[in-house]
């Protein structure tokens, strides 16, 4: 058949299928060496978080003080933070720890009862196959947590390597992040310059803007649903908001997740209506922090659809375990940033090659 004879719509889907096959075979190249040297990406992509929370406060105490010393107050006040909160949060774990796994014990107990004489109606064979099922799901979770990223960096060598690139990087990052893009760009193509300029910037405001908000985010959930036990009278309360809050560091799932340990509590001390009323909470809060909160907080930061955030969860915790899952959405969305941005669909930044480019230079 000769080229004249082939239809336009066949044409375009082999042009189109072609060219998705290079796309694929150039991330897979990428992803060979990226694994090849996955320590230092992992220390670097870290750094890249904590410059995210730390270069606000750092800019603030700029006005007034020296670069270098507006850097080092800046990680002390961040590290003070981290500190204070984590130790909030295991205090409370420690404190209720016993109490809380009693509880979560007398309630999985209730829903055993219930599954076999309530309208389910297993018997002790089911019983046990559905538990036997469960304890494997659940060890498979447990596996998955800790995850390729903890074997790569598994070696007392390679945790050093990895360290003193996380430290490095967070320090240069902060001091010289103009001259760091500056100097990466400039390996660029003149005629492709700008646009992998705009497409590295729109894919550090989203990371940014995600590392940033979800702290607040997680915040609000714990609070909210402390306050929201403390109606309901559910014991233990701080120790399951400080599990609120760990678990909405994992958008969407991650508080929902977390709150159905609050259920089973409240199923134990206080009933099934109180329970059935942590669940509504839940959808309460949920609802809230994806209707107000993120968009309020994250803006455009992070403009992804629940099902996407929950695909790329899902993709990322197969992929790296629990520290895929928590990565995987601000990196799904400062790719989805950047695909707009090539595709001409992001009004903010504006895709126009022919007005911006000289493609002879």
Known sequence: MSQENVPDLLRTLAGFTWRLLVIIAGIGFILFIVNGIFPVVFALFFAMLVTAWTSPVMNLYNKLLPKVISMILALLTIMTLIVVILGVVVRSSIAEGPKLAESITAG?????????????????A????LLGEVQTWGTNIAKGLAGDAFGALGSIGTLIIAASVFIFGVIFFLMSPQQIWGWVTGWIPANLREHVDV?????WDSIAGYTRGIVVIAFMDAVLVYIGLLILQVPLAPALAAVVFLGAFIPVIG???????????ALAENGPVTALLVVLLTIVVGSFDGDVMQPLVMGKAVNLHPMAIVIAIAAGSIALGIVGALIAVPIA?????????ITGRDPDNPYTPTARFDTAS
């Open 255 to 265: 508080a929902p997740i977390a709150t159905f340990f609050a259920a089973v509590v």
């Open 333 to 341: 969305g400062a790719i989805y940033g950047v695909a707009k941005y």
């Open 126 to 129: 089911q019983f046990s196959s």
């Open 199 to 203: 497409s590295g910037r729109i894919a």
């Open 108 to 124: 999985i107990a209730d829903i055993e009862i219930w599954l076999k004489t309530g309208p389910p109606g297993l018997t002790d």
